[in-house]
């Protein structure tokens, strides 16, 4: 009897694994079940500043709550542009956690494992160290497109290691241009442009991206808002989400200068957008989050703060149909 009943066991087992459902990872969180639209969509690859979720050598309650808990690690800041129509997608920023959100992105793709192309913002560490994992010591890529500005070009053509994914060909090097848009397919374009940033190494940019009219702002990393010669309030109105830096919550977050790592604090930004129409504010998604930032714990206050005031938070995985 005991056989009978352990082999009904299996059977039963069997036929309900093979009912399983597409689910999405996210960062050792519970998995979900992907919901994907039939048209071009946004994924949220990635939330948390250059040096990850828990940060290196951090000991605070802030990342030891993460080492005790593995499921609340979050990846680097980026984000995917993925076309269901023509089983197209492209990242953009290669981060540290590269090989990981290229496997997430891989469970919206049919048959396939890799994006068509990837755009980079800037040459600080979390925007495109990742680039490491195309190389012949990992995945030996063959001229995967990267979309470059002239000092990002520049950097990674004449500077190792970098220079040698060029010229293996495991990259393919795209130049890019200020407010030049890029023609992806015939319903995709994307525009980079300009902005304020220590721009060490390379130039600092955001994108526009634009799918059939709708229109996707990405500035994950840029210094102030009025050292821009933009006015961010009315960009926000001209498009259907808004990505911004998040860096840090509130000034005094972190134990040095912050004039150093001058971002627009969330609060600041919160105060700036404070006359936006109701439907302008629930555009901007705050992203790109300090290991300090609270906006990195569920239920904190201060995520009751941003949604009380109208606006969002990107959360890793999450899915934004245009």
Request: aromatic share 10%.
């Amino acid at each position: 009897m005991k056989y009978y009943f352990f082999l009904s066991m299996l059977l039963l087992s069997l036929l309900s694994c093979k009912k399983e459902p597409v689910r999405s990872t996210n960062a050792g969180s519970t998995p979900k079940i992907i919901d994907k639209p039939s048209n071009p969509y946004i994924v949220v690859l990635g939330i948390a500043q250059d040096a990850g979720y828990p940060q290196i050598n951090c000991q605070k309650a802030c990342c030891e709550r993460v080492r005790e808990h593995p499921e609340l690690a979050r990846f680097v800041s980026s984000i995917a542009l993925v076309d269901p129509v023509h089983n197209q997608s492209w990242i953009f920023d290669a981060t540290p956690d590269f090989n990981q959100q290229t496997g997430l992105l891989a469970e919206h793709l049919a048959q396939k494992t890799m994006p068509d192309g990837l755009f980079l913002t800037h040459g600080h560490m979390g925007h495109y160290t990742g680039l490491m994992e195309l190389g012949r010591e990992a995945m030996n890529a063959s001229n995967l497109p990267v979309y470059v500005m002239p000092r990002m070009h520049d950097y990674l053509t004449h500077n190792g290691p970098w220079s040698q994914l060029v010229s293996l060909h495991n990259i393919a090097l795209t130049p890019i241009e200020h407010k030049k848009a890029v023609q992806l397919n015939q319903q995709i374009t994307v525009e980079p442009f300009l902005v304020p940033h220590r721009d060490e190494f390379t130039e600092t940019v955001g994108y526009l991206i634009n799918v059939m009219g709708k229109k996707v702002l990405f500035i994950p990393d840029i210094d102030k808002w009025e050292k821009w010669d933009e006015r961010i309030e009315t960009l926000v109105t001209q498009v259907d989400y808004a990505f911004l830096d998040a860096t840090f919550y509130k000034n005094g977050e972190i134990e040095r200068d912050m004039q150093e790592v001058p971002h627009p604090f969330v609060q600041e930004s919160m105060a700036l957008f404070e006359q936006l129409a109701p439907q302008d504010k629930e555009k901007i998604y705050f992203i790109h989050f300090n290991h300090t930032n609270p906006l990195l714990i569920e239920g904190s206050k201060a995520q009751q703060e941003v949604k009380d005031l109208g606006f969002k938070y990107a959360t890793q995985g999450m899915v934004l149909p245009l």
